[in-house]
């Protein structure tokens, strides 16, 4: 679908909650008033069923009038019940070190961004190399995946994620047998983006994963979230996620995704190889170093949460690491 439809032809159960409770003003602009209300019916929303997270009193009078707060629909939540943190958290809470090394400011420097037009180059060893455009990426079915993510750093967040399977892209261009690994490449721009200027880091930023992993069906290419394109600070046009890695794994800004014979080297573990490595599987009993990692934070919450091995997707990618030390593969 193009970037147009994407805007606004997205399924109202992923909408509803951002035009509620982030940025009503412009969705009543383009929904209309009736239009937010049938949306409201359609997310099957019953009249009596409340709300934690209401913006109650925050309405437009023209809203109050036609939707009773108590239509309020109840937050989106992941599988495991934990409420998705708030657009503008997930906004104003970022780690993207090609704009600055601090969280809250990453959202003002990556504000004019620009990405577009984008393209992402699919190559190595494959059948089929093909370089696609932004607008051929979002041809291929969009689905709202709502995941945790942990950094490695001890914090986490719940994000509902808009993008696809990396197998659907995989398979369109087809893995030689010889493929048992694909790297990653992100944006490499310092007009844009202020901290590739300085030369401390291995940029351009790189990732890795195996095959299998890339594969899984959890690994997604984020085009959105909240039912909208991707915000500029959390990765766009388009970005890695893998949920039961340690958020660093989750690459920003994607221009080029090879499939290679070996391992990759990869921007963290260039940096600090004792402290990052390849896997970076999220694991309560592997500490890091430097801190322990059998708790998180989650952004929004007071008291900390146990962390769960392999950040509580065990069930779908426990099967991949049977073979393998976690310890060692850290
Ligand atoms: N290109 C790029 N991708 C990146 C990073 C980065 O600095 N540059 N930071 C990573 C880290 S450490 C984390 S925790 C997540 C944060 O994603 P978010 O800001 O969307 O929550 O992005 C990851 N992807
Ligand atoms: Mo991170």
């Known amino acids: 679908m193009s970037k147009k439809t994407f805007q606004s032809g997205i399924p109202s159960s992923e909408i509803t909650p951002e035009a509620l409770y982030i940025n009503r003003r412009n969705f009543m602009k383009i929904a209309g008033i009736s239009g937010a209300a049938a949306l409201l019916a359609a997310c099957g929303v019953q009249p009596n069923q409340s709300s934690s997270q209401g913006p109650q009193g925050t309405g437009t009078p023209a809203r109050r009038d036609t939707q009773p707060v108590t239509s309020i629909p109840a937050a989106i939540k992941d599988e495991l019940g934990n409420p998705a943190n708030s657009y503008e958290t997930i906004t104003h809470f970022n780690n993207y070190y090609e704009f600055s090394q601090g969280k809250e400011d990453v959202a003002a420097l990556a504000e004019k961004f620009v990405d577009s037009p984008w393209q992402v180059e699919v190559s190595g060893l494959v059948q089929k190399p093909k370089t696609f455009g932004m607008d051929e990426l979002l041809k291929f079915v969009q689905q709202e995946r709502v995941y945790r993510l942990r950094c490695v750093e001890g914090w986490s967040l719940v994000i509902p994620w808009m993008g ?11 893995p030689q047998g010889s493929a048992r690994y694909v790297r990653f490449t992100t944006a490499n721009l310092p007009d844009q983006m202020p901290g590739l200027r300085d030369g401390l880091f291995p940029w351009p930023y790189t990732e890795g994963l195996r095959l299998d992993e890339a594969l899984n069906d959890l690994t997604l290419l984020a085009t959105g979230l909240y039912g909208k394109p991707l915000p500029n600070q959390d990765g766009a046009p388009i970005r890695l996620v893998t949920p039961w890695k340690y958020g660093f794994k989750s690459a920003k800004a994607l221009v080029k995704i090879e499939l290679v014979a070996d391992q990759p080297a990869t921007f963290w573990s260039t940096i600090a190889p004792d402290e990052y490595g ?13 801190w322990s990692q059998s708790t998180e934070r989650r952004i929004g919450e007071i008291s900390r ?26």
Request: proline share 8%; net charge neutral.
């Open 164 to 174: 696809f399977p990396l197998a659907a892209l995989l398979k369109e261009v087809e």
């Open 278 to 290: 390849f896997y970076a599987n999220v694991n309560p009993d592997v500490p890091h170093p430097r």
């Open 305 to 330: 949460r146990k962390t769960l091995l392999f950040n509580g997707y065990a069930e779908q990618v426990g099967q991949l690491y049977t073979d393998l030390d976690l310890r060692k593969n850290y």
